[in-house]
């Protein structure tokens, strides 16, 4: 087999070797998938304005987020099941990441992944009905090294996704949340035909009443910094700073939620004026490029998150597939930031895209 260059091979790849249920839950969107396809969409219709004469022979990727110094600004975002893709799951997945949020729903111990980890580790958050859930995961996150907590607040229940309400998915036998008791975890293997399993589990377990109340109780049982994901308004992002967040995601939840949602990147401008360095700001849903990374960072992202992309590198080579996915998105970056004449990331502003208003 030639070698796979790009991150669209890695997906077709990945399509080949998953079973179809599979393929269909990783990579399917909620609805007619209209969002789901506008994050991609979006990327591909900001045009860069290259700058020439300046040196750019010794690119830097690094970067420093919530204090940490990062090689790259390309981090995993959560994403539930990575034994899904391959029998090692998340533990294969952290040896190969520079930073990987860990999905609550993650199917190796917070203890194993820590145990693997090459970078930090935050821990993603749905807000459950029992909120004694909620303070026993923050403080085993605690123990266990974590970096920053991630709220996810697009989620009171689980979207539409037609194809897995066609299938009536469930997760398969012999893949567990092993950070989550049995009781809380209860149906999420069980298939009904028309129904997916998950949408019916979000509905019992989740709270879907969270306000900005919770997510200040929330930041008062933790040192931990505690970011929200699922940003798209500089309201949101307003009210989630005064309620004690220490950065957002700005995020649609790769297209799963509210289909017909604007496309991540579209929303990026808005927020990251809003939070007007108050903290960090990162951005996923539709990154399939290192090209895409740059035009994020443009638009104000601190860092990125590939959610899909990861998994499909996952499942084509366990840890050195999700790790040539990821270095294939780096050095591509690095061949944007020395051909678009940005040779580290403080140079990347809102004047390498056409058409975008500059301070
Ligand atoms: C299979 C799958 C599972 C996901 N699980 C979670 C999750 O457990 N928690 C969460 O906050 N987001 C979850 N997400 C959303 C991702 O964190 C992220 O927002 C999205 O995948 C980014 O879009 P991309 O896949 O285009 O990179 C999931 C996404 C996928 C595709
Ligand atoms: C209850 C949600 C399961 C994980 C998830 O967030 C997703 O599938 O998008």
């Given at each position: 087999?030639d070698?796979l260059?790009?991150?669209a091979?890695?997906e077709?790849?990945a399509?080949e070797l998953?079973p179809?249920?599979?393929?269909?839950?990783?990579s399917?969107?909620?609805g007619?998938e209209?969002t789901?396809a506008a994050?991609?969409d979006?990327?591909?219709?900001l045009?860069?304005?290259p700058?020439?004469l300046?040196?750019?022979?010794?690119?830097d990727?690094?970067?420093?987020?919530?204090?940490a110094?990062?090689?790259t600004?390309i981090?995993?975002a959560p994403?539930?099941y990575?034994?899904?893709a391959?029998?090692e799951?998340?533990v294969?997945?952290a040896?190969?990441?520079s930073l990987?949020?860990?999905?609550v729903?993650?199917?190796?111990t917070?203890?194993?992944?820590?145990?693997?980890?090459?970078?930090?580790?935050?821990l993603q958050l749905?807000?459950?009905?029992?909120r004694?859930?909620?303070?026993?995961?923050?403080?085993?996150?605690?123990?266990?090294g974590?970096?920053?907590?991630v709220?996810?607040l697009?989620?009171?229940r689980?979207g539409r996704?037609?194809r897995?309400?066609?299938?009536g998915?469930?997760?398969p036998a012999?893949?567990v949340?092993p950070?989550?008791?049995?009781?809380?975890?209860?149906?999420?293997?069980?298939?009904v035909?028309?129904?997916?399993?998950?949408?019916r589990?979000?509905?019992?377990?989740?709270?879907?009443?969270?306000r900005?109340a919770d997510?200040?109780?929330l930041?008062a049982?933790?040192?931990l910094p505690v970011l929200v994901?699922?940003?798209l308004?500089?309201?949101d992002?307003e009210?989630?700073l005064?309620?004690?967040?220490?950065?957002?995601?700005?995020?649609n939840?790769?297209?799963r939620?509210?289909?017909g949602?604007?496309?991540?990147?579209d929303a990026l401008a808005?927020v990251?004026?809003a939070v007007g360095?108050?903290?960090p700001?990162?951005?996923?849903?539709?990154v399939?490029?290192?090209?895409?990374?740059?035009?994020a960072?443009?638009?104000?992202?601190?860092?990125?998150?590939?959610?899909?992309p990861?998994?499909w590198?996952?499942?084509?080579?366990?840890?050195s597939?999700?790790?040539?996915?990821?270095?294939?998105l780096?050095?591509?970056?690095?061949?944007?930031?020395?051909?678009?004449?940005?040779p580290?990331l403080s140079?990347?502003?809102?004047?390498?895209?056409?058409?975008?208003?500059?301070?």
């Amino acid at each position: 087999m030639d070698a796979l260059l790009t991150v669209a091979e890695y997906e077709a790849a990945a399509q080949e070797l998953l079973p179809p249920g599979i393929w269909d839950y990783l990579s399917g969107g909620s609805g007619q998938e209209r969002t789901l396809a506008a994050n991609v969409d979006a990327f591909a219709r900001l045009a860069l304005r290259p700058r020439f004469l300046v040196d750019v022979s010794e690119p830097d990727l690094s970067t420093t987020l919530l204090g940490a110094r990062l090689p790259t600004p390309i981090g995993v975002a959560p994403v539930a099941y990575h034994r899904l893709a391959h029998p090692e799951g998340e533990v294969a997945t952290a040896r190969a990441a520079s930073l990987l949020v860990v999905s609550v729903f993650a199917s190796r111990t917070l203890e194993e992944i820590a145990a693997a980890a090459a970078g930090p580790l935050w821990l993603q958050l749905y807000w459950f009905r029992r909120r004694e859930v909620v303070t026993g995961l923050v403080r085993r996150a605690e123990d266990a090294g974590y970096q920053a907590l991630v709220l996810t607040l697009d989620t009171p229940r689980v979207g539409r996704r037609l194809r897995d309400v066609r299938r009536g998915f469930a997760i398969p036998a012999g893949i567990v949340a092993p950070n989550l008791e049995a009781a809380v975890m209860a149906g999420t293997h069980e298939a009904v035909d028309g129904e997916s399993a998950l949408a019916r589990h979000s509905r019992e377990q989740f709270d879907p009443a969270l306000r900005p109340a919770d997510l200040a109780w929330l930041c008062a049982q933790t040192d931990l910094p505690v970011l929200v994901k699922g940003v798209l308004t500089a309201r949101d992002a307003e009210l989630a700073l005064a309620h004690g967040a220490a950065g957002v995601v700005v995020s649609n939840h790769g297209g799963r939620q509210l289909d017909g949602a604007v496309a991540s990147v579209d929303a990026l401008a808005e927020v990251a004026a809003a939070v007007g360095g108050r903290g960090p700001v990162l951005l996923d849903g539709g990154v399939r490029t290192g090209v895409d990374v740059l035009r994020a960072l443009a638009l104000g992202a601190s860092a990125v998150l590939v959610g899909r992309p990861a998994l499909w590198g996952l499942a084509v080579g366990g840890e050195s597939g999700a790790r040539a996915v990821l270095d294939i998105l780096a050095a591509e970056l690095e061949d944007a930031m020395v051909l678009s004449g940005r040779p580290r990331l403080s140079d990347v502003d809102s004047s390498l895209l056409a058409g975008v208003q500059r301070p």
